[in-house]
């Protein structure tokens, strides 16, 4: 043995010692708001703004006068883009830090990876981010786009400005799998063709041969779901060969994480989407939203669509605290439960008690000078598709990510 | 009759992207037998310092094949003097410090470019062949691949540092018996790799989305290419770029994407339990 | 290796006993138990490297086989015993068919690097791209980059409802690292063990022995999948979710630093290695002043020009100096240079 | 008659156009003591190689004690009960004296065998000073030693040794012939060296290869005295 014992055993002192966790210690009275984002890593570019975003709700929140008479205090880990680090701090967030709530997660995978701990552990948890839908649990409230809100309008709209047939290039996981089958749907049902149907992992960059390959089937349109930086380049590489101007392009999430202030104009130009929110929004809501933005971080603008999600999230959470005038878990579900809104930059969030989903406006818009300008405004949309197989009025005890058969 | 023409300047292409993505690890392992793990991160490098340089207003071509592989080469001419010389003769090591380096570029470039994907766009316009469009910065990849392997063959063939390079490679103590400082030669040649490894990632830079953890998409594809190749430069380099590329667009054409990537590893493995010395290990012995 | 194998055990009992008890009054008990799993995924490739000089890029290929075994039967199953032992068979016998197709085609240093490397980007790429529903092993679909969650985690053998969590099942995942601990022990004072470190130091002498060095190094190489296989058991139940991030080339790289940090050649080291690293890696999570990654390559990037045989051995050093017993490798190193040159 | 414990049959070596070695017949019987010499480049390497699996010969074929190991791996040719000692010492460096060579007798004996038989070789061979010392702290002279002993330790009928003189003083150079001497009671040693000083005081018959050949095979006073011989020798050295 290499190692005698006394050594091993003065070591291994120093380490704990000098290694306690800084368990963290409130003023009592506080109430405790549990963050969980990739604030560093390759998914940095949705968590940072999103960090920001709920760091300002939490400060106008607690500049009001805070929430039932306290200060709203924050506890954020940096999940690190490392999946095995939310269950890590999923854990010290709800063991130990016993937060009242947890708002975070980006990715499915990383919602998935605490969802169960926050039910174990009863602790309420609030996900906002746009995502693939079906997740029916009593314990999530959820505030992002769901594919029946954002691509049952953006396909109509897409195919009208290009033609029928459509191809289809998604990101090559759940989210991008479960949406190519809702865009299958929809292009269906609005009398057209889907010609083809390619995936990519998120670590594929090189569209090459893809482009060609989409040539050889001459679609009027190819909608692109897909995500992250490698798939950025499908975008360039797509202008670089010419086609901008050939086939129309239509994107489910180019712009989530502002990529189109990183794409040229050039090259951005034309590209349609629909989300709930866009910095071009002209409303007194987001100019205010914007204003507030850039006095709290030096000029900042990188809000984006999540950020804006989750300060959505922060927001409506707070109404329901409000309205239950506790911090019981169950009582601020009842309250929102009651189907309570706010008003925010992306406009009216109403939570919608059968799916615990959000009900909000969908913008259809066109990437314009790296702007995205709103061309139309839906309403009110409902999360038809999860509606359609999750009602936790019916089934309070349900706990599934339902996938919808379409 | 078109689709064919595209395909073959895709798989020429893929073959180029291979010849450039490795030529900067290649040259060093085949110089210095270091394995230089930080390679991709030189080439996200090369990639941050052409989109800064084109913000300030440098022309897009010489920022790329000017700047760029200057910039990357002193940076490489940092890490040689400070890290990679106490290694020489340690070829675990040099790995692993080396991954240790691209671990530091990129948590600095994280710290000072951000982790937003940034990137520019490509300066030659496509066009079109019969009913396709092409992009013509695919046959600018090409050309600069083409024209770098013509100039390390007209180095390697016709300088006299070519010559010593040469000798280090047969035999690295001949160079220092015949009077050459290895010191020297050695730090020239990590420049020089370095500056290859930047000039690659500059090159590329229009074609992907940047972000400081680009070059781990490099490094794997490069590492395999160069072991693959084995001991010869330059018909290693070639030999295995072009089996590993045409295998890939093949199985992309064929399948898909993954597929093609997969294709390339397994053709890997089966390479290297065919011939455990490369390529040229087993054909082309001696050549450059 | 000079004490007795009983004196050994004894000692390592009475630390471990000690640290069982005294850590949960420091560190939260699922912060224990994820660095005890990271131990143990540590001394895998401690083992197989430092003692078998086999340097593996894709050890995290053999965690993430057995954590999506584990994960994908004990959906099928329902219980978690079969599944336990399947998550370390199966690694074992793709390590052994890995092991042989490498070591019996002479393979070493680079080549095996990239060998291994390709084969955990392979596993990784395949994985990551199983999120189509046409991917179902049984009732289990693979979910692609999303992973596998919900599945049935550790419970009391032949009673499946009786779940083994939070601190009981950091005494349960403890108690595995001394055993394996233990066994790894008694392999390396075992001819077998001895005749491993032979070929660490001298492939060429020990074939001209007459020992197959293959057949040996792909033994070494599976058992050293097999302790990979049961930590990635044990984190698929401590996570209860299974990502392809788990076959990842930066998973493969955190094991190697960990080895490293710690100390080749020792059996502590790769554990004491892999828990501290784990740890820092944790506390920086909590500060964002200076990007994490740059920390964690300067420490590896430091280690190898300073300490580059890590931090046991350093520290077991001058103990081992008074005894003179400390190891003047690099003399002979430049003696046999001279030589050859 | 004593027992013909290795043979080759036109054993040749191609390296792409070079032949190395071509077509080798070669024989030795039980204990008998056998140098083979020759400039530098020709072929008694590359015959040493191939006799111990290191290579797998282009033609021809290799016997031992009757049984055909041509293509054979150096372990299965070690496991037959040869001991094979190569150019460079190849010992383990982190390991002690000890320590390797107990290694070598673990292999054909159970644990406590082995301890006993690795104590009587170290005896054997004076080695008991060093005996817990690691190789690597080792000078050149006792490392060739210890390589011998783990040859030694293992019982083998056929030694083959590649330049054992190599870089040793005399006083080592002694030694080793002692060591050699006894070896050849039990077994047949092949040797494979260039110093001349070294094969005059151990050898009897002497093969020289030239070019890859044998050229001749004869008592070494004769060799020496062989004017072919000396050109070969001498023309190299110009």
């Not at chain 2, 790995?95 to 470019?113: C, D, K, P, Y």
């Amino acid at each position: 043995m290499s190692l005698n014992r006394r050594d091993f055993l003065g070591r291994t002192a120093a380490l704990t010692t000098t290694a306690m966790l800084p368990t963290a210690v409130f003023a009592d009275g506080t109430i405790k708001l549990g963050s969980i984002l990739d604030a560093s890593g390759p998914f940095d570019a949705y968590g940072k703004p999103m960090d920001q975003a709920m760091r300002m709700a939490v400060s106008e929140i607690n500049e009001a006068g805070g929430l039932l008479g306290r200060q709203v205090e924050v506890t954020a880990y940096d999940t690190q883009s490392d999946m095995a680090l939310y269950s890590q701090y999923g854990q010290q967030l709800t063991r130990q830090d016993k937060v009242d709530v947890v708002h975070g997660g980006i990715l499915s995978a990383s919602r998935e990876a605490i969802r169960q701990t926050m039910r174990k552990t009863k602790t309420l948890y609030f996900y906002n981010v746009l995502y693939e839908g079906g997740v029916c649990d009593r314990n999530i409230f959820i505030n992002g786009v769901t594919p029946a809100q954002q691509v049952e309008a953006l396909v109509p709209f897409a195919m009208k400005n290009s033609g029928k047939k459509v191809y289809i290039l998604a990101a090559d996981y759940n989210y991008g799998q479960i949406t190519a089958r809702w865009i299958q749907k929809f292009v269906a049902d609005n009398g057209g063709e889907v010609v083809g149907t390619d995936f990519f992992p998120l670590d594929v960059s090189d569209f090459g041969s893809t482009i060609a390959k989409v040539q050889t089937a001459a679609p009027d349109l190819v909608i692109a779901p897909l995500v992250g930086g490698a798939h950025l380049s499908f975008f360039r590489q797509w202008a670089a060969a010419g086609m901008k101007d050939k086939i129309a392009l239509a994107s489910t999430t180019l712009g989530v994480g502002n990529e189109h202030k990183v794409l040229t104009p050039e090259e951005g130009n034309g590209i349609m989407c629909a989300y709930n929110y866009s910095q071009e929004l002209d409303t007194p809501e987001n100019a205010q939203f914007k204003e507030k933005w850039a006095a709290m971080f030096d000029g900042d603008q990188s809000m984006h669509e999540i950020a804006v999600s989750h300060y959505h999230g922060i927001k409506t959470w707070a109404e329901g605290v409000r309205k239950a005038g506790s911090l019981d878990r169950m009582a601020i579900i009842e309250a929102l439960e009651t189907g309570i809104s706010i008003m925010g930059p992306g406009g009216k969030v109403t939570v919608d008690p059968k799916t615990h989903h959000a009900v909000l406006d969908v913008h259809l818009m066109e990437m314009q000078d790296q702007q995205m300008k709103v061309i139309e405004t839906l309403p009110q949309r409902q999360p038809v598709d999860t509606q359609a197989v999750c009602d936790l009025s019916a089934n309070p005890n349900d706990n599934t990510q339902y996938e919808i058969e379409i | 009759m078109d689709l064919s023409f595209v395909i073959a300047v895709e798989v020429l292409y893929a073959v180029a992207s291979l010849v450039l993505i490795s030529a900067g690890l290649a040259v060093v392992f085949g110089m210095m037998k270091v394995i230089n793990l930080a390679h991709g991160e030189f080439m996200m490098l090369g990639g941050y310092t052409t989109i800064t340089a084109v913000g300030l207003g440098v022309n897009v071509f010489i920022a790329m094949l000017v700047i760029a592989p200057l910039v990357v080469g002193l940076i490489g001419l940092i890490v040689e003097r400070l890290v990679i010389r106490h290694l020489y003769g340690r070829l675990v090591d040099t790995m692993l410090a080396t991954w240790g380096l691209s671990l530091v570029f990129i948590g600095l470039a994280t710290m000072i470019f951000g982790n937003t994907t940034t990137g520019i766009s490509t300066p030659i316009p496509g066009f079109a062949v019969g009913d396709y469009q092409i992009s013509g910065y695919n046959f600018f990849i090409i050309v600069v691949a083409v024209v770098l392997v013509i100039a390390m063959l007209a180095v390697l063939r016709g300088t006299r540092a070519g010559l010593i390079a040469r000798g280090t490679m047969q035999r690295a103590d001949m160079a220092a018996a015949l009077g050459y400082s290895p010191d020297r030669i050695y730090m020239a040649t990590f420049f020089c790799g370095s500056a290859l490894s930047g000039l690659a990632g500059a090159v590329l830079a229009p074609l992907v989305g940047l972000v400081p953890t680009s070059g781990g998409a490099y490094i794997a594809k490069a590492f395999i290419t160069v072991i693959a190749g084995g001991p010869s430069l330059i018909a290693g380099l070639l030999s295995s770029a072009t089996s590993f590329g045409v295998v890939n667009q093949v199985f992309t054409f064929a399948i898909s994407p993954v597929i093609g990537e997969v294709a390339l590893l397994v053709a890997a493995v089966i390479l290297l339990r065919l011939m455990p010395q490369g390529i040229t290990g087993r054909f082309f012995k001696g050549k450059l | 290796m000079e004490r007795s194998l009983g004196k050994d055990i004894t000692a390592t009992l009475i630390v471990s006993a000690l640290l069982i008890w005294l850590l949960p009054m420091m560190v939260a008990t699922y912060t224990l138990t994820v660095l005890v799993i990271y131990g143990m995924l540590g001394l895998s490739l401690g083992l197989i490297w430092g003692f078998g000089g086999i340097l593996c890029f894709g050890q995290a290929a053999f965690f993430g086989l057995g954590a999506y075994t584990y994960a994908i039967a004990a959906i099928n199953f329902g219980e978690s015993t079969v599944p336990m032992l399947l998550a370390v068979l199966v690694p074992l016998i793709f390590a052994a068919v890995l092991g042989a197709l490498m070591f019996y085609g002479r393979l070493t240093d680079v080549y095996l690097g990239v060998i291994t490397l390709v084969v955990t980007l392979i596993l990784f790429k395949f994985v990551n791209s199983t999120a189509g529903p046409q991917y179902v092993i049984g009732n289990a679909r693979l979910g692609g980059y999303n992973g596998i969650p919900g599945f049935q985690t550790l419970n009391v053998p032949g009673n499946p409802d009786a779940y083994i969590w939070g601190d009981p099942y950091f005494y349960f995942c403890a108690v595995t690292l001394v055993i394996v601990f233990l066994l790894v022990t008694w392999l390396l004072r075992s001819s077998f063990g001895r005749v491993a470190i032979g070929i660490r130091e001298n492939e060429t002498r020990m074939a001209l022995m007459g020992y197959d060095v293959a057949a040996r190094k792909t033994v070494l190489f599976a058992i050293g999948a097999a302790i990979a296989g049961l930590a990635g058991a044990l984190f698929a139940n401590w996570g209860e979710i299974v990502t392809p991030g788990l076959f990842s080339l930066g998973q493969s790289a955190e094991i190697i630093i960990w080895c490293i940090v710690g100390g080749l050649g020792t059996r502590l080291g790769p554990i004491l290695g892999a828990a501290g690293l784990a740890y820092l890696k944790f506390m920086l999570g909590q500060q964002s002043l200076i990007d994490n990654t740059l920390i964690t390559g300067l420490i590896l990037v430091l280690f190898v020009l300073f300490l580059p045989k890590g931090l046991v051995p350093a520290v077991a050093a001058p103990w081992k100096a008074s005894f003179g017993r400390a190891r003047r490798r690099p003399h002979a190193r430049q003696r046999r240079k001279a030589r050859h040159g | 008659m004593a027992e013909t414990v290795l043979e080759t049959h036109g054993l040749t070596m191609r390296f792409g156009g070079v032949t190395a070695s071509d077509n080798v017949n070669f024989s030795l019987k039980a204990r008998e003591l056998r140098c083979l010499i020759g400039p530098n480049g020709a072929g008694k390497s590359t015959f040493f190689k191939c006799v111990t699996g290191l290579l797998t010969p282009t033609e021809g074929q290799v016997f031992m004690r009757g049984q055909d190991v041509t293509g054979w791996q150096p372990h299965q040719i070690a496991s037959l009960g040869v001991g094979i000692k190569t150019q460079t010492p190849n010992v383990m460096d982190a390991l002690s004296v000890h320590e390797n060579i107990w290694l070598s007798a673990r292999r054909f004996h159970d644990a406590a065998e082995a301890k006993a038989r690795t104590d009587t070789i170290i005896d054997r061979l004076a080695l008991g000073g060093i005996a817990r010392t690691e190789l690597g702290q080792l000078a050149h002279g006792e490392r060739q030693r210890v390589e011998l002993g783990l040859v030694a330790v293992a019982d083998p009928w056929l030694v083959l040794l590649d330049e054992p003189a190599a870089g040793m003083s005399a006083q080592d150079v002694d030694r080793m012939t002692e060591i050699i001497h006894e070896l050849t009671r039990s077994a047949a040693v092949v040797i494979v060296e260039h110093d001349m000083q070294f094969i005059r005081s151990i050898a009897e018959t002497v093969t020289v290869f030239h070019q890859g050949a044998v050229l001749m095979e004869d008592h070494v006073d004769h060799v020496m005295s062989d004017p072919t011989v000396r050109a070969v020798y001498l023309g190299k050295k110009a």
